[in-house]
């Protein structure tokens, strides 16, 4: 069983890839229709996450504090994070969270993959040469991890933690949660078509629209930050404020 949260698709791209090699069930965190789990006798668990402010997103990290898993004791259990580069301590606060469900992710991964991330004044998509190199090469790594979970491999760490990654998820990770995550800046210009693509791909349901309607963001606390909606606007007609002005988009096609 795989369970997984995607917003711009790397992650999807990776779990479905593993659930197809690995035969396991996918689970969509984001639309998870109960909180109660039961494994097949042979069944591995796996957790697939994009890094958010180098932490799991704050939707996983609830998912894991509410779900059950009835059978979970003697199950391999392993996690794979996407990132636009290094991680920090994302799988550190990870297995924190899975240890107070009696879990422990016993061998983890990140892939690199083309950066989404543009809510800052200095971040932005990658170049088109990067992007591709990126995703050429996640494509290697990811080839490279599936026989190791296959095997059920524990011990194992295979991720890019960074050069601070301690500053970077606890310091900067927690201004990025108390303080950057927020769907306030985001607005519609007139170029908008009504078209109802964000508020499909907003993985918390966030936005208010469909086709034939002008989205609206319901400011409930509920965001991400994740960018979904802004990157997949065909027209993009979605803004963050000054801070996407002249900035690229990107989604995993």
């Not at 310091?171 to 499909?200: K, M, R, S, Y």
């Not at 791909?201 to 960018?227: A, M, Y």
Request: with cysteine; aromatic share 10%; net charge negative.
């Amino acid at each position: 069983m795989i369970f997984y949260l995607s917003c711009t698709g790397n992650t999807r791209w990776a779990a479905e890839k593993l659930s197809q090699e690995l035969d396991e069930e996918l689970i969509d965190i984001a639309h998870a229709q109960r909180a109660s789990y039961h494994l097949k006798e042979d069944e591995r668990i796996g957790f697939c996450f994009p890094v958010h402010g180098w932490r799991p997103p704050v939707l996983v990290r609830k998912f894991i504090a509410d779900m059950v898993i009835e059978n979970a004791e003697g199950h391999f259990c392993w996690a794979l994070c996407t990132a636009g580069d290094d991680i920090g301590q994302s799988m550190e606060y990870l297995n924190g969270d899975l240890e107070k469900k009696g879990l422990k992710a016993q061998s983890v991964f990140s892939l690199i993959m083309p950066e989404s991330y543009v809510g800052l004044p200095f971040m932005d998509v990658d170049k088109p040469e990067k992007e591709l190199a990126k995703l050429e090469t996640s494509k290697r790594m990811l080839e490279s991890f599936i026989p190791l979970i296959r095997d059920r491999k524990s011990g194992l760490t295979n991720t890019y933690k960074g050069h601070w990654p301690r500053i970077n998820s606890h310091v900067l990770g927690g201004a990025f949660v108390n303080w950057i995550i927020t769907d306030e800046p985001f607005h519609v210009t007139d170029d908008c078509i009504q078209c109802g693509t964000c508020a499909e791909v907003c993985p918390t349901d966030d936005i208010i629209g469909g086709r034939g309607k002008r989205p609206e963001w319901k400011h409930t606390g509920n965001c991400l930050s994740c960018f979904a909606c802004y990157h997949h606007c065909p027209t993009r007609a979605i803004s963050y404020g000054k801070r996407t002005e002249n900035k690229g988009q990107y989604y995993y096609k």
